[in-house]
């Protein structure tokens, strides 16, 4: 009942900021918990940031913290990771998930966070 597609991705090189945007299809389920994960080509998917559905609450990696910013407009139903200061490590496929279960609006899913809904992924790569 909900669908997630992401947008945004594409080549640049380190240092370089680039902004991934969610749009999510939702009829009149909400998208309480959203988060962005990420997986590289041969690893694992990681957990990249989370932010609650009041929008003030956030959470996000280590590897990330500084540099990446998340945010959404539940008006416009869209999710928004703005990277800064990109680095050749950051290059992986990047996922928007969501959750439609009833939270407060300032509870973060964070990285362990059961996600029910899932994007298809946009690519970023970062360049040296």
């Known amino acids: 009942q909900v669908q997630l597609v992401e947008s945004g991705g594409g080549l640049v090189q380190a240092g370089d900021s680039l902004r991934l945007s969610c749009a999510a299809s939702?009829?009149?389920?909400?998208?309480?918990?959203m988060g962005w994960f990420r997986q590289a080509s041969g690893k694992e998917r990681e957990f990249v940031a989370a932010i609650s559905y009041s929008g003030t609450s956030t959470e996000y990696s280590d590897s990330v913290q500084g540099r990446f910013t998340i945010s959404r407009d539940n008006a416009k139903k869209m999710m928004y990771l703005q990277m800064n200061s990109l680095k050749p490590e950051d290059t992986a496929v990047y996922y928007c998930?969501?959750?439609?279960?009833?939270?407060?609006?300032?509870?973060?899913?964070?990285?362990?966070?059961?996600?029910?809904?899932w994007g298809q992924g946009t690519q970023v790569t970062v360049s040296s």
């Open positions: 939702a009829r009149t389920l909400r998208t309480y918990a």
């Open positions: 998930a969501a959750d439609t279960t009833y939270y407060p609006g300032n509870y973060v899913g964070g990285p362990r966070h059961e996600y029910d809904y």
